[in-house]
């Protein structure tokens, strides 16, 4: 009776200590794999961070319009959607509206434009036409004639990486036809304005 009450404390003995050893195993286990969930989780969060910047830096931004000198193509208050990605890979090209940085003292700011002339060309502004290395410019998006001609009375030659621009509201539009703003460096250039988001009535390409 002896042996057999002791055999059944040993068996229970074992037993606790196999459960115990189970019970240990479980929680090693629970907690590896809690832990490669949180790794998972941070690397999660990781990858996101540098979509979120790179989506930021590279690829898209919104731009509200201020001022009138882009009418009646955009109007002031417009909200428009910029491919900063645009030109990583492209250089700019005639009538693309771009999004560039303009300084005015030791501020700076962005401000909308079309592209007129590019590098290596002659703009020059004669009898209200725009002509590019002597030749007029057809297809402007304006119909009106440019009452001011500025800098570019005399011509204005471009050199590697400079832009000249008007905007479509060209006689009431502050652009490289004057001192203060000149021609835009490729540099300054934020992107490509390519879709106008509001107001929504308005909403659609460019």
Known sequence: MHRRGGRRAYLRANWNRLKHARNRERKEIDKRQLMRKLGGYVVLILIMIILGYSLVSFGGQTLKIVGQSMEPTLQNGDLVLVNKARYLFHEPERFDLIAFKQREGDNSYYNV???????????????????IDGAALSDLPFDENILTEGLALEGVTLEKGEYFVLGDNVNNSEDSRFANMGNILKNEILGKVTYRWLPKQNRGRL
């Open 113 to 131: 434009k079309r592209v007129i002339g590019l590098p290596g060309e002659t703009v020059t502004i004669k009898d209200g036409h725009v002509f």
